[in-house]
């Protein structure tokens, strides 16, 4: 059993999708991890009544956790290990519809941290990790439930300490009702929606660093392509790079390989169309090539023709031919998005699910390059 319940992502940016391997069509989160601990076959004799209805991929997990942890309490190891085992079973025990048990699991995994900071014992904290974020916040809403609103504000306090930082949860969450209604509260969370907002720049501030810094270290390759898109458009990549294209400076491209079967490749539909309308205009054209999985060509066809109407996509899309996807080196799964200049150079190849930020930092750095060789190019 690993750790499956990965909320950074969702408590500050909105997502937990990276992306899907090349032959599934799941979701895969962004610490990767295997499957939760299912509701089903007991795999530990069930001396603790919070094994009851856990299936653990090695039968003696817990056990092994455990006895880690008694045995070096004060071991950060440990305790993360013992800590993050806690939190899957509570994931677990909530999945199977046992409240009951993902609330113990939730209550033990808090204690277990609380008695570590007490001790001293250094754990990391988000978004280098959201463990402890996830527990604090999950122990509140259980103390919350349990009309212990003092108790439950204070924990709140600690979660978002550690990283916590979704404000619509503290908002509408209904385990804490019973805390929201506590004088000071909205007081409290205004200020913790001015920390948010902080965190949240400083985290688009290091999205747009990190774009940067993969673009400067990216590899290139040779790709190109001619394909007719689903609306029977030919499409030649090799026609908007300079001294092909209509226009005279040549177009920076983003080629998004993409199905829709995908959970990840469809969240990013959204940055690709806000792409394409704020810099199109200026020399930008976004492509997508597609690989559906349905039983003819027609049908796949018609998939993508469906979707792009059902959320205004503003792009051409293609069915991708097995010719171009063997130009792919290293190829790991959808979506992987080709980042290609205005000369037709591919400049960055990024697998998974990107946020706008970092979309707009390459697509943004790439084009300021564009303009100036055009305006150098044009005082000569």
């Not at 504000?153 to 949860?169: C, D, H, I, Y």
Request: hydrophobic share 40%; aromatic share 8%.
């Amino acid at each position: 059993m690993k750790r499956s319940w990965p909320m950074y992502s969702l408590l500050l940016c909105g997502s937990v999708m990276i992306g899907c391997g090349e032959t599934t069509d799941s979701a895969v989160s962004d610490t990767t991890p295997a499957a939760a601990p299912a509701a089903g076959a007991v795999a530990e004799a069930p001396s603790d009544p919070l094994l009851v209805g856990i299936e653990f991929d090695d039968p003696k997990e817990y056990s092994n956790a455990l006895a880690a942890y008694q045995a070096k309490p004060t071991d950060s190891a440990a305790v993360e290990a013992y800590a993050g085992t806690l939190l899957s079973m509570a994931w677990a025990h909530a999945q199977g519809g046992n409240a009951a048990m993902s609330d113990e699991s939730l209550t033990r995994g808090g204690k277990l941290l609380l008695k570590a900071h007490a001790d001293g014992v250094k754990l990391p904290v988000a978004p280098e990790s959201t463990l402890q974020a996830e527990i604090l916040y999950g122990y509140a809403c259980v103390l919350g439930k349990q009309k212990q609103g003092k108790e439950s504000l204070t924990l709140l306090g600690k979660a978002v300490e550690v990283g916590f930082s979704n404000a619509q949860m503290l908002k509408t969450d209904k385990d804490l009702e019973v805390t929201r209604t506590l004088p000071g509260y909205e007081t409290q969370l205004v200020a913790w929606e001015a920390h948010f907002a902080e965190l949240q720049k400083q985290y688009e501030a290091q999205l747009v660093e990190k774009a940067k810094t993969d673009l400067a270290a990216g590899e290139t390759f040779p790709f190109d392509f001619q394909l007719v898109d689903v609306n029977g458009k030919l499409i030649k990549l090799s026609d908007f790079k300079v001294g092909n294209s209509a226009d005279a400076k040549g177009q920076v491209c983003v080629v998004d390989i993409w199905g829709t079967w995908c959970p990840p490749c469809r969240q990013e539909v959204a940055t690709f169309v806000k792409l394409q309308d704020k810099y199109g205009k200026y020399g930008f054209q976004m492509i997508g090539l597609n690989d559906e999985r349905g039983g003819s060509e027609e049908a796949n066809i018609s998939t993508v023709k469906n979707f792009m109407a059902n959320t205004s996509m503003n792009y051409p899309c293609a069915m991708i031919k097995p010719e171009v996807m063997e130009q792919l080196p290293d190829f790991q799964g959808f979506p992987t998005t080709l980042f290609i200049d205005h000369h037709g150079k591919v400049r960055l190849k990024a697998f998974g699910f990107h946020e706008y930020k970092y979309m707009e930092a390459v697509v943004h750095t790439l084009m300021t390059e564009q303009a100036r060789e055009f305006q150098a190019a044009a005082t000569n």
